[in-house]
């Protein structure tokens, strides 16, 4: 041991060098340490934090037993209004729905598979923030705990509305908050009975039932009709706007071979941009479609968020699609510009459009779980509303804003011109079969008044003009809402 | 009544191993005089935690084999702690406690997952420590373990290499070979007698020369192990090699430019491995890869996501869905049953073996035991960490066990051993610390 001798025979320089040898063990330690508290945080951050959206998730098959554990709770509207409720005999659970189909597509059901916030929300309707001496009672007894329950942003006024308004048409409504996010109406048409879903189950999704369980307002592609003339709008604004620009409307105009309609055939004759947009001219949005660069009309509509996953805590939503490229012929340049072509947008798709306008040009992302309160009515947990961010700038927000006023105030949305609240809008009556008798309704708009806004979106399958369907069904919706 | 039993069981048992864990740390604070007391109290909580488990093992299963083992266990840990404090007068006892503790956990959550296992576990666990009883007298003792670098290579080299060529592929890796019966997972023993070469190399001579053939010798174990898939391991071996040789050149080029290597590998592994990327993009986001990728660590962290801090309780949770939960996974089967909060204490017993390890290393004075400690504390403390870490999504999984606590004869063999080497180090230290006093 050569080294031992050496240090025997001269202890102080030993000492010195071990002690400066013992530094490099210093930083050995300590970066190990540091790797454990690292990972001691992590950890701490995921069992208290994270680890929700596991539980949460329907691969994990642990939430099936907890619902041997616990009665699920309530699902309510912001106004308290219940729409889901478990009766428990001590024995058995049974789930009954007071609002029935009023809300069948939002609130969804718990048996055969899951949908609406009965899915979304599973975990928190299964877990129990009650009192904890009687969870612990519950437990050691083996008797059921009281699961949480969930407040959902729903309005009941809007959404009462929304759902009478739409009567027997087929169709569906989203209403929103546009400074928040919070989904305040949300109606899909045909409806069902949740409270006795799995006996319907068979006759429901056979193929015959015209997708009655399909959440329309989230998952309905249609095409969006004139109401697409505000992404059209953005893109004429964005590149060869010229506000001495007049267009002359005759009522039809052919390029290419290929013809476009205004509605009616009715002639406009000559308008300004601004006009055109409140008269929903097809002629002069079908020749701006021609004039503008290849792409700006993609790039628009991708702003808004096309061919994108819509964020939002609903699952299940359907992203819009906006397929035409550079190749596009004439003809489906000038469908397409005017919301026709091939172009596809849900509902959900279009309440965020005028939302985003609302909010001049910041988007809220769309949510529908308000908050969590135990059994006793303490709030457990508020989801936050979150901002997805800008998705145009505040001048272009402006300027649609100002051509979705002129629609009510002068155009085809004088339905909605009132003294008791600031409405802004576009009508569409979009075809969607050769038979040209044969039009969805629609309506995409927002009104505010005292500082409360709200942003709707109507479509009705089939009804006709959005003048003369859809604008009167959202003037409804937002009556009721802002009269509160 | 079970029930009831269960439930409150899952508090007590973490009120136990909370103030176990506690004692742990008290320690260290104290003079040597008053520790002794702390960890005969440690030993009560041992023995209180083996009973507190057993009879709620023993109620939900009524399988008389529980009580089999627990007779077992209870023998096997009185027996260890005969040799190591008895007949070693003067073992490090933190280190025999938390080796009895971690083995203890082991046992009951392979009673809960799969008896058949529990039985061979334990049986494993008396013969490593049979045989590793006489290893603390013989690094104490015999004086030629520093010669022995170019045989510590060729053995470990020779080793690697069978399992590379001969292995059986499991999970897409060549981790184990078989021999007749047995099946044996060599890298988790080489990577003593790996610590044991590069310590021996180092310890008299660390200019330019002997730096490079020890690297060149070391990156071919490393090397061998990556071309097994065995990634786990490799970083285990290159972490520990990097650490060693900054200790002994005490130079920070090497540790610096050494994990800029190591970095630069990853980012070449990533884009040249599907394997490599799989697990990278299972990390990212598992939710996305749930059925694929994903599948092992998001059912990992469904389980410990759902025991919460308190855990479920034992048989209460669903620990069997998650995939080889008995070895790489088991600490996400203890936290969903026994609890986050237990969960813990298992890391804090675990780094507080890391601290007495090092502890130990630096009382050392000869170089070449001196790096031996180092060595095996490094390559403890990183196995643990790169196991909870790829368990908990912290770091990518790279599928290593976790020691003394998952399922398999060559990894608590191998853990074993190096608290064995440990033990013998530490005799060796206060051995060295008389000597002093006598000159002096």
Avoid at chain 1, 188 to 196: E, G, L, R, V
Avoid at chain 1, 282 to 310: H, M, R
Avoid at chain 2, 31 to 44: D, H, I, N, S, T
Avoid at chain 2, 291 to 316: H, K, M, P, T, V
Wanted: positive net charge.
């Amino acid at each position: 041991m050569r080294s031992n001798k050496e240090e025997i025979k001269t202890p102080k320089v030993r000492r010195k060098k071990r002690r400066s040898l013992n530094r490099e063990f210093a930083v050995v330690t300590y970066s190990m340490i540091a790797l454990y508290l690292a990972l001691i945080v992590y950890f701490c951050y995921f069992v208290g934090f994270q680890s929700e959206a596991f539980i949460n998730h329907s691969s994990n098959p642990r939430l099936s037993v907890m619902s041997e554990h616990t009665i699920r709770g309530d699902i309510k509207t912001s106004d308290n209004v219940v729409l889901a409720h478990s009766d428990y005999d001590g024995k058995n659970e049974t789930r009954v729905y007071p609002k029935g189909r009023e809300y069948a597509h939002v609130v969804g059901f718990s048996v055969n598979g899951m949908s609406g916030a009965e899915k979304d929300a599973n975990f928190y309707l299964l877990r129990s923030h009650a009192f904890i001496i009687d969870r612990l009672k519950n437990d050691l007894f083996e008797k059921k705990n009281e699961g949480d329950n969930v407040i959902l942003t729903l309005d009941s006024k809007a959404q009462e509305a929304a759902y009478n308004g739409m009567g027997s048409y087929k169709g569906a409504v989203v209403a929103m908050d546009p400074e928040t996010g919070k989904i305040l109406a949300m109606v899909s048409k045909p409806d069902f009975d949740p409270s006795t879903i799995s006996q319907q189950w068979e006759s429901l999704t056979s193929s015959s039932s015209e997708s009655i369980l399909l959440n329309r307002a989230t998952q309905g592609l249609y095409p969006p009709g004139s109401t697409f003339k505000i992404i059209t709008a953005l893109a004429y604004d964005r590149n060869g706007r010229n506000d001495n620009v007049t267009f002359d409307c005759s009522g039809d105009f052919t390029s290419d071979g290929f013809t476009i309609h205004c509605y009616g055939n009715k002639a406009h004759g000559n308008q300004s941009f601004e006009t055109a947009f409140a008269n929903s001219c097809n002629t002069t949005f079908a020749k701006i479609g021609l004039v503008l660069k290849k792409n700006s009309l993609k790039n628009a509509a991708e702003d808004f968020l096309f061919n994108t996953d819509i964020p939002t805590d609903i699952s299940n939503v359907k992203s819009s699609s906006f397929t035409m490229d550079k190749s596009a012929n004439d003809a489906l340049i000038m469908q397409t510009s005017i919301g026709q072509g091939n172009t596809l947008a849900t509902p959900l798709q279009m309440a965020l459009v005028a939302s985003t306008v609302a909010n001049n040009g910041y988007l809220m992302e769309p949510y529908y779980i308000d908050s969590i309160e135990n059994n006793n009515g303490i709030n457990v947990k508020t989801f936050k509303p979150v901002e997805y961010g800008r998705l145009i700038s505040k001048k272009e927000a402006n300027r649609l804003k100002k051509y979705m006023r002129k629609v009510v105030t002068e155009g085809t949305g004088t339905g909605l011109l009132t003294s008791s609240y600031k409405a802004y809008g576009k009508t569409g009556t979009a075809e969607f079969s050769s038979n040209k008798n044969e039009a969805h309704s629609w309506f995409v708009g927002f009104a505010n008044k005292n500082g409360k806004k709200i942003a709707v979106s109507v479509i009705m399958e089939g009804a006709g003009a959005g003048s003369s369907h859809a604008l009167p069904l959202a003037k409804k919706i937002i009556d009721s809402y802002l009269s509160k | 009544m079970i029930h009831i039993i269960t439930t409150v069981s899952r508090f007590t048992m973490i009120f136990i191993i909370a103030v176990y864990t506690y004692y742990c740390f008290s320690a260290l604070g104290r003079p040597a005089e008053e520790r002794g007391g702390l960890f005969k109290g440690q030993m009560v909580y041992i023995y209180l935690l083996l009973l507190n488990a057993n009879a709620v093992l023993f109620l939900n299963t009524n399988d008389i084999r529980i009580i089999i083992m627990a007779v077992a266990e209870a023998v096997l840990i009185y027996i260890t702690n005969l040799i190591y404090k008895k007949l070693y007068s003067n073992a490090n006892e933190i280190v025999v406690n938390n080796m009895c503790m971690l083995l203890l956990v082991g046992f009951i959550m392979l009673c809960r997952l799969d008896m058949g296992q529990a039985i061979k576990q334990i049986v494993y666990a008396a013969a490593a420590l049979l045989i590793t009883a006489f290893v603390p007298i013989m690094i104490e003792r015999w004086k030629m373990w520093s010669r022995l670098s170019y045989l510590y290579a060729a053995i470990g080299i020779l080793g690697l290499l069978c399992v590379a060529v001969f292995g059986k592929v499991v999970y897409g890796a060549k981790l184990n070979i078989s021999i007749g019966p047995v099946t044996l997972q060599p890298s988790e023993i080489i990577k003593i007698i790996f610590v044991f070469f590069v310590a021996s190399m180092l310890c008299i001579y660390t200019d330019l020369k002997q730096v490079i053939i020890t690297s060149a010798i070391s990156a071919v174990f490393v090397l061998i192990l990556v071309a097994s898939k065995d990634l786990g391991s490799a970083m285990i071996y290159f972490v520990t090699f990097l650490f060693m040789l900054y200790v002994a050149t005490r130079n920070w080029t090497y540790l610096f430019a050494g994990f800029l290597m190591g970095g630069g590998a990853a980012i070449a592994g990533y884009h040249l491995f599907s394997h490599v990327r799989t697990r990278v993009i299972a990390w990212q986001d598992p939710l996305a890869v749930v059925n694929d990728a994903g599948y092992q660590i998001s059912r990992s962290l469904f389980a410990i996501g759902s025991g919460g801090w308190f855990g479920s309780g034992l048989y209460e949770g669903m620990p069997e869905k998650i995939p080889v939960v008995t070895t790489d996974f088991i600490f996400a089967a203890i936290s969903e049953e026994m609890g986050a909060v237990f969960a813990l204490c298992i890391i804090f017993i675990c780094i507080s073996c890391i601290l007495m390890f090092f502890n130990i290393a630096m009382q050392i004075h000869e170089r070449f035991y001196k790096l031996v400690a180092l060595g095996l504390a490094v390559c403890y403390g990183i196995q643990v960490f790169i196991t909870l870490g790829g368990v908990t999504k912290f770091i990518p999984s790279t599928g290593v066990t976790l020691p003394l606590i998952s399922y398999g004869g060559s990894s608590i063999l191998s853990t074993i051993f190096i608290f064995a080497v440990i033990q013998g180090l530490y005799k060796r230290a206060g051995w060295e610390a008389e000597a002093d006093n006598e000159i002096k």
